[in-house]
């Protein structure tokens, strides 16, 4: 049983200032910030647990405030910290503790799980949870069966013509396969992602983030470079640079929405959540669809930029 004096020995450090003094709520923002990208802390670097149990400790937050609020046990959060999996249950419990974990603290959940399953080598654990591929699989176990009788039944119908056998015998179990493993190897997310991918993003589309209340954004560039780090007041609006591969951070992600023109997308995250590194692009794609119909009502031209 793994002991929790080392999750706690470490709580004032990141929290405190460099003269001891507490941290603004602005301060902690950023040092967690700088901590997730850095994935770094005083000149150390870090693996993905240990910037989770960084990043907790800059926001003031004990173990136990973060089970309380997510409903997760406290050992699996001091484990997952520890980067000590062999603890945790089997059966996909790692990607979900993970991906709830992130969100409460404001981090990509995505990037989370991506990089702290690739350095504990827990990456076919997370393949192995999908369950549509296992799924699909006994699906096309079973489908043989029939294919195989009625190819059968194919057989003894016409046994006098070998050409009648042939066609029957070798095309519907090739097809229907070839159909199974579209089934299983196309799973829903990998299905989607190839819809996405063949269907144009506008990069004309007047896409924008609008302040409804006071708040602090950042916009970042592909490369870093910071085009916009201050308090936006209420109704103040942006237009990032599209499939440019910028991202945004806010304070409080309900402080901020993205529109199209007049139409409403959705808000940068949730009211009093702090977002990290909120990809433009991906939302770009989301406001395409949401405000297609109007724009395909006002013949294509909504807004422009």
């Known amino acids: 049983m793994a002991h929790d004096d080392d999750t706690l020995h470490d709580q004032a450090g990141p929290a405190a200032g460099t003269e001891g003094k507490p941290l603004t709520d602005t301060e902690r923002f950023l040092r967690a910030k700088e901590i997730f990208e850095s994935r770094s802390y005083e000149g150390e ?14 926001k003031g937050l004990e ?3 973060v089970s309380t609020a997510t409903l997760l046990r406290r050992d699996y959060l001091m484990w997952i910290e520890r980067m000590e999996v062999g603890e945790l249950p089997g059966g996909g419990y790692l990607t979900a503790i993970l ?3 992130a969100k409460f603290l404001g981090l990509p959940e995505k990037d989370v799980i991506a990089i702290y399953t690739k350095e504990c080598g827990a990456v076919q654990e997370v393949k192995e949870a999908a369950p549509v591929p296992k799924m699909g699989q006994i699906a096309a176990e079973k489908a043989r069966w029939p294919l195989a009788l009625a190819s059968a039944a194919a057989l003894v119908a016409l046994a006098a013509g070998a050409i009648g056998v042939s066609q029957f015998m070798r095309p519907a179990p090739e097809v229907t396969e070839s159909a199974a ?11 989607f992602a190839e819809s996405e991918s063949q269907r144009p993003v506008p990069d004309t589309l007047p896409l924008e983030l609008v302040a409804v209340r006071q708040g602090w954004l950042e916009v970042r560039g592909a490369d870093g470079t910071i085009f916009r780090s201050r308090v936006m007041a209420a109704g103040e609006t942006y237009f990032p640079r ?7 951070s806010a304070r409080d ?6 529109r199209v ?8 995250g949730p009211d009093g959540a702090e977002m990290f590194s909120v990809s433009v692009d991906e939302q770009l794609a989301r406001a395409a669809e949401v405000s297609a119909p109007a724009m395909a009502a006002n013949g294509g031209s909504k807004a422009t930029r």
């Open 45 to 58: 670097e870090l693996r993905m647990g240990q910037v989770l149990r960084r990043v907790r400790e800059v």
């Open 63 to 65: 173990l136990q405030d």
């Open 99 to 101: 991906g709830t974990y």
């Open 181 to 191: 493993i579209v089934a299983v190897n196309g799973a829903r997310d990998s299905l």
């Open 242 to 248: 599209l499939n440019a591969g910028w991202t945004v």
């Open 253 to 258: 992600g309900g402080a901020f929405e993205w």
């Open 261 to 268: 023109g007049d139409i409403v997308v959705s808000p940068l």
